[in-house]
């Protein structure tokens, strides 16, 4: 079985500081990890995903990710947030391991808010 | 560039009556399409992903269905809708190949009355 977990439903951040939207994840195997943003009424959008290889990943926006695989853990990360930033962000994992899985499950989300 | 159609954006139906959804993808050939559902503006359930035309796989049973008619559409149905079939329905893609992510479209909200 697969699954994430997101323990923030909500995170505020003032303008300009870093942010961190925390994640999760249980694998049987090995797991890809994506993140995507979701803005009201909107589909989710990619932001960044992790395959293999360097555990900083960058991706759109100026974000970046760090899988931790001792901690199971990979957390979303932006150095200066900005108002824009403000949305539903959604971590999802996939367990390669089981042939042909195409399933891919998400956490429940992190409402992430920039002050001002 | 790859894009994916959803129609209608909103949509009011009373208990009882049917339900048709549709989805193509355009720009790519024989994606991966999957249906999820989010309700109350959080979590995304998985319906339905089809890797061919013609193939379906239901996630959770229940009062839909899913149809491909064609390698670029995919269909949500229903014959008689419940109140608990309202939310915000959402179609995706990806490739069928190595660890593409999926591409959303813009969703459909569908309220139940």
């Known amino acids: 079985a697969q699954s994430v977990a997101q323990p923030e439903d909500q995170v505020n951040v003032a303008e300009g500081n870093p942010l961190t939207v925390k994640c999760t994840y249980s694998v049987s195997g090995n797991p890809y990890l994506f993140w995507y943003v979701q803005y009201p009424n909107r589909g989710l959008q990619f932001l960044l995903k992790?395959?293999?290889?360097?555990?900083l990943v960058k991706g759109s926006y100026g974000f970046e990710a760090e899988f931790n695989k001792s901690q199971t853990s990979f957390h979303l990360k932006k150095p200066s947030a900005l108002v824009s930033d403000s949305a539903l962000y959604f971590c999802?994992?996939?367990?390669?391991?089981?042939?042909?899985?195409?399933?891919?499950?998400f956490g429940t989300g992190t409402r992430l808010t920039i002050i001002p | 560039s790859q894009t994916i159609h959803q129609w209608p954006a909103t949509l009011v139906q009373p208990v009882g009556s049917p339900l048709s959804l549709e989805c193509t993808v355009e720009?790519?050939?024989?994606?991966?399409l999957y249906w999820y559902r989010q309700a109350a503006g959080r979590g995304l359930q998985l319906l339905f992903y089809?890797?061919?035309?013609?193939?379906i796989s239901s996630e959770v049973p229940q009062n839909l269905s899913a149809s491909r008619p064609q390698d670029r559409q995919f269909i949500l149905s229903s014959k008689k809708l419940l109140l608990s079939d309202s939310g915000f329905y959402l179609c995706?893609?990806?490739?069928?190949?190595?660890?593409?992510?999926?591409?959303f479209g813009n969703g459909t909200r569908l309220t139940v009355t």
């Open positions: 999802a994992v996939r367990d390669i391991s089981n042939f042909g899985n195409e399933k891919l499950t």
């Open positions: 995706a893609w990806r490739t069928g190949t190595g660890v593409s992510p999926l591409h």
């Open positions: 089809s890797v061919g035309i013609g193939q």
């Open positions: 992790y395959i293999t290889g360097d555990n």
């Open positions: 720009g790519t050939s024989n994606p991966n």
